[in-house]
């Protein structure tokens, strides 16, 4: 069974940084491709950012796009979010997740291709 336990948020400052981790397990981690999204209050849950298997190949929402890097280290099956610069609207509960099969997109940014979701972590950042 695949799990996925995110860590590291908390309350940051404007203009701060904070790293996330997504430690998984249950299958072949370097598999599958990895990614982050994010639930702020009241609204919808969006993508943020999303690797390769590999790890070679990211994409960024257009929001985080300079300010945030996703990362992984297979060996560790663990991925990460360095999230710098941060802003009071990038407050929410970030989600890491995972394809449930192989697909054709290498780089998956719909919330429809991923299946496997951790139980989220809260990122506030005060003004």
């Known amino acids: 069974q695949v799990q996925l336990v995110e860590s590291g948020g908390g309350l940051v400052q404007a203009g701060g940084s904070l790293r996330l981790s997504c430690a998984a397990s249950?299958?072949?981690?370097?598999?599958?491709?990895m990614g982050w999204f994010r639930q702020a209050p009241g609204k919808e849950r969006e993508f943020v950012a999303a690797?390769?298997?590999?790890?070679?190949?990211?994409y960024y929402a257009d929001s985080v796009k300079g300010r945030f890097t996703i990362s992984r280290e297979n060996a560790k099956n663990t991925m990460y979010l360095q999230m710098n610069s941060l802003k009071p609207e990038d407050t929410a509960v970030y989600y890491c997740?995972?394809?449930?099969?192989?697909?054709?997109?290498?780089?998956?940014?719909?919330?429809?291709?991923?299946?496997?979701w951790g139980q989220g972590t809260q990122v506030t950042v005060s003004s």
């Open positions: 997740a995972t394809p449930g099969r192989l697909l054709a997109t290498i780089i998956p940014a719909a919330e429809s291709d991923y299946a496997y």
């Open positions: 249950g299958r072949t981690f370097n598999t599958y491709a």
């Open positions: 690797i390769s298997r590999s790890g070679a190949g990211t």
